[in-house]
């Protein structure tokens, strides 16, 4: 594990560089967003790649407004509906920086502020707190991820976050993944399995129904494993559900035989195809999001799994991104 300085944010705050290694991978971190920058991991000939989608450079990420490339997302990551809740009778309003809708924590969600790290363990701790009213979210929210690699070369996030508030938390990682190296052509056309049933269906904005939709005959079933291609931006109910274990997703390249198994405590994932990509510097389908989250729009759904944190309460989630070939 080493630590570097690699530039400035736009106030001049310091943003460093961890890099991990064990067991054949090596990940790089950013404390601006908690970026995962790059994963560097051997194909079935031993050849090494980076198979995630970033910039090379911290400039990239401050001039970046839209893909979230490897980020940390918060207060509540993907979709509220009309940028608004309703908690304990009170209704709190937020940023519409989806069109209608409120998205990844709003214009300055978590992605964009510099995060304290420490070593943990084999790992790095990244912490803030993010202060009551933040977005128009409320609560003063105490918030880590750590990240490490484990004995097989698996990178494990484990999220945590406490409140002074009752407030809604739903954390991800966005990281964009092409396994046959970043650049190096389109992600869409890996074969992918999602061990999920059931999706929750979209309005033309892209914020759920209140359905939970079955996938049988649609081109949302990929229970068995199948090649996927564009138009995908979608949130999977985990057969699962909260508090698994098992692998929620596997993405396998054929030509160079990486593959990526996805576990998580989540409740849901969403696939994302980047379809909106605008060539600087991927074009769309360069890499494919596999976000382990609560499900969208949660806090306006009580049917869906609560996502309300209390005061006394302790948010505790962890997701696992496992690298092999054959």
Request: hydrophobic share 35%; no cysteine; aromatic share 10%.
């Amino acid at each position: 594990m080493t630590e570097e300085r690699v530039g400035t944010t736009d106030e001049g705050t310091p943003v460093q560089r961890w890099t991990l290694e064990r067991a054949g991978t090596r990940v790089r971190l950013l404390t601006y967003g908690g970026v995962v920058q790059s994963v560097e991991v051997p194909d079935r000939h031993g050849t090494v790649a980076d198979v995630v989608l970033g910039f090379p450079d911290v400039a990239g990420y401050l001039g970046s407004r839209g893909p979230y490339f490897g980020a940390l997302v918060g207060r509540y990551a993907n979709r509220i509906a009309g940028g608004a809740f309703t908690l304990d009778g009170v209704t709190y309003r937020l940023a519409r920086n989806d069109g209608p809708n409120s998205l990844h924590g709003g214009e300055r969600g978590f992605d964009r502020w510099v995060w304290d790290a420490e070593r943990d363990g084999d790992g790095v701790r990244l912490s803030r707190v993010s202060p009551d009213g933040e977005e128009g979210f409320p609560g003063r929210l105490a918030v880590s991820a750590t990240y490490a690699l484990d004995a097989d070369g698996a990178l494990r996030i484990g999220y945590r976050a406490q409140t002074d508030a009752p407030t809604p938390v739903n954390l991800t990682n966005h990281t964009y993944w092409n396994l046959g190296g970043a650049g190096a052509g389109l992600a869409t056309g890996h074969v992918l399995r999602i061990a999920a049933g059931r999706i929750t269906p979209v309005d033309a904005t892209g914020v759920p129904t209140g359905e939970l939709s079955p996938v049988d005959g649609t081109r949302f079933d990929f229970r068995e494993p199948r090649v996927v291609g564009p138009g995908y931006d979608h949130n999977y109910v985990l057969d699962e559900g909260p508090g698994g274990t098992g692998v929620a997703a596997e993405l396998y390249d054929r030509v160079s035989g990486r593959v990526l198994t996805v576990t998580t405590t989540e409740p849901g994932m969403q696939l994302y195809t980047g379809d909106h990509f605008d060539g600087k510097p991927y074009g769309p389908g360069a890499g494919i999001a596999l976000e382990t989250q609560h499900f969208p729009d949660s806090p306006n759904r009580p049917s869906f799994p609560d996502t309300v944190l209390r005061p006394g309460g302790v948010f505790a989630s962890t997701t696992v991104y496992g690298f092999g070939v054959r």
